[in-house]
């Protein structure tokens, strides 16, 4: 029984595609977001997606990116490093523009230091597609939208 618990909340983890409703957590807020040291515990649920995947990086960062990139193609995604990789992407809305983004996550846990991501940005002038910039808020809120997806997939599964 022990060992189908972690399993069963790893499963429901990869499983989840969308996370309806909100869901209150009375802990302290650092510790709701899985942030900060401050001596708390590893829950349960972030020992089953260390222990029980074989990537090398946070189950729930991994899996939130990918579902928050699904609109592009991705280009190389390795799962021991981390690293999730699109193609350029081009919004239908606005052709004369497009970006490609490129997602690290760096640690085992669910930290908002765990996570990077970088944007390429380029626009089409006269035919050429030339360098643009990208604005900090809009790389930012990329990495709030990842990390906000992997605290509800963490959240669900911790309720189980």
Do not use: H
């Amino acid at each position: 029984m022990a060992r189908v618990l972690p399993l069963a909340l790893s499963a429901a983890a990869f499983t989840l595609t969308a996370c309806q409703g909100a869901l209150i957590d009375s802990r302290p807020l650092d510790r709701a977001l899985g942030i900060g040291g401050g001596g708390y515990e590893t829950t349960q649920a972030d020992q089953a997606a260390s222990q029980i995947t074989t990537i090398g990086v946070n189950a729930y960062l991994w899996r939130a990116a990918l579902d928050t990139l699904s609109f592009a193609t991705l280009t190389q995604t390795d799962s021991n490093g981390g690293v999730i990789v699109t193609d350029w992407y081009a919004n239908p809305q606005n052709p004369s523009e497009r970006v490609k983004l490129t997602v690290a996550i760096l640690d085992s846990d669910l930290r908002a230091d765990a996570l990077r991501v970088t944007a390429a940005r380029q626009v089409n002038q006269n035919g050429q597609w030339v360098d643009a910039p990208v604005t900090a808020a809009t790389v930012q809120r990329l990495e709030e939208i990842i990390l906000t997806r992997a605290r509800d997939l963490r959240r669900t599964a911790v309720a189980g």
